[in-house]
């Protein structure tokens, strides 16, 4: 089979699952996850240096030694200004352009502001950010962030940490069926790699997720099976499914069938 | 001067963000500066003058999701 690679921001990406970092028992688990998902790209976050500790040092230097792509975050910022700041200080540290803008609007769901991300993300692409906007599946919030700058779109899949699934997949759909040239990343949400799998099936270009691998039993298990769930929804897309009908319709040949000829007791 | 960093109020000498920096001894770390909310450049950091009751933010790399 041809190369069936994602561009995103003219990046060329073979894998399309990228994992957080977050939450993982131990680095030494988080190093073994990041292999057997084989991710190209990994989520980071700032936070508040503590000083004694050195936490902030030791983890940029695993993620470093892997080789592997930043996608810093602007995760828990909560107005416009919390979340632009954010990610300028995250292009200065992690030396990439490339922001995963997060502006929550509400506490239970950690469902997103639309209204501050569209401004958000406007200001971030003039100052040459390449934004990659957690969202819902709202058509006219995806209009308008892609109107602002955005060139990848990333609706929840559920609220994040909930393991849910795809909430609507009805919307999802809509949200492929609208966009069929812009790269679409479900983030949030996915709790099992049949979700993951739903996601690529739908003709969505990747997944990105963290709690259902991070808090696994065994995530370095848990990671191998997302990759292979990722990568057998893709095949499965490209390989164009059937549609599905409400009545059987035998797969067996029906004409040579024995005793057709004889009564029925 | 008594500034916030991270935060916490804290009793400070230096002047400058950069200086601030050399004070917490957070020199050779990797870290990203904000002052009342706004981004300070890391080449900028000499020409950032703190003045009491400033809010400092000092970020530093970590896990993600």
């Known amino acids: 089979m041809e190369q069936d690679s994602l561009s995103l921001y003219g990046v060329a990406l073979a894998s399309r699952l990228i994992i957080g970092t977050a939450q993982y028992p131990s680095p030494?688990?988080?190093?073994?996850?990041?292999?057997?998902?084989?991710?190209?790209?990994?989520?980071?976050?700032?936070?508040?240096?503590?000083?004694?500790?050195?936490?902030?040092?030791?983890?940029?230097?695993?993620?470093?030694?892997?080789?592997?792509?930043?996608?810093?975050?602007?995760?828990?910022?909560?107005?416009?200004?919390?979340?632009?700041?954010?990610?300028?200080?995250?292009?200065?540290?992690?030396?990439?352009?490339?922001?995963?803008?997060?502006?929550?609007?509400?506490?239970?769901?950690?469902?997103?502001?639309?209204f501050g991300l569209v401004e958000a993300a406007s200001i971030l692409a003039r100052d040459g950010f390449h934004v990659f906007p957690y969202t819902t599946e709202d058509l006219v919030v995806a209009e308008k962030l892609l109107g602002a700058g955005c060139e990848v779109l990333m609706p929840w899949g559920a609220p994040i940490g909930s393991g849910r699934g795809l909430n609507n997949p009805y919307g999802l759909r809509a949200l492929r069926a609208h966009f069929p040239n812009v790269p679409l990343i479900v983030d949030a949400g996915i709790g099992t790699p049949s979700h993951a799998a739903t996601a690529m099936e739908l003709g969505y270009d990747a997944v990105l997720l963290n709690t259902a691998i991070a808090k696994a039993g065994d995530p370095a298990a848990m990671a191998r099976a997302f990759a292979l769930a990722v990568e057998a929804g893709r095949l499965g897309r490209l390989a164009d499914p059937i549609e599905p009908r409400d009545m059987a319709s035998p797969s067996t040949p029906v004409i040579g069938r024995a005793f057709t000829d004889l009564a029925r007791a | 001067m008594r500034i916030k960093i991270n935060g916490e109020a804290r009793d400070v000498t230096a002047t400058t963000l950069a200086a601030l920096l050399r004070e917490l001894d957070y020199e050779d770390l990797t870290v990203a500066t904000a002052l009342n909310q706004a981004f300070v450049r890391k080449t900028d950091r000499n020409r950032a003058h703190l003045r009491d009751g400033d809010a400092v933010e000092i970020l530093t790399p970590r896990q993600g999701g």
């Open chain 1, 28 to 114: 030494a688990i988080l190093a073994k996850a990041i292999t057997a998902a084989k991710a190209e790209v990994v989520t980071v976050s700032l936070r508040r240096e503590s000083g004694a500790s050195r936490a902030g040092e030791n983890f940029w230097s695993l993620i470093r030694e892997f080789g592997v792509r930043v996608l810093p975050n602007t995760a828990g910022c909560r107005t416009v200004k919390e979340a632009v700041t954010t990610a300028q200080m995250a292009r200065e540290v992690f030396d990439t352009p490339w922001i995963k803008l997060e502006v929550i609007g509400e506490e239970d769901t950690l469902q997103p502001d639309v």
